[in-house]
């Protein structure tokens, strides 16, 4: 049992690390973004 509870905490841990770190990747393309927006608005005006 106790191998089973490891390996299903250990499953879990992944599973958040991988949500986070799409998060995190998620928000630095959208910052990225807006800034790239923000710069082509000003060369435009």
Do not use: E, Q
Not at 16 to 45: C, E, P, Q
């Amino acid at each position: 049992m106790p191998f089973i509870a490891v390996l299903f905490l250990y499953c879990t841990a992944v599973m958040y690390n991988m949500h986070m770190a799409k998060t995190l990747i998620k928000g630095a393309f959208n910052f990225s973004l807006f800034k790239g927006v923000k710069r082509r608005d000003g060369r435009k005006r």
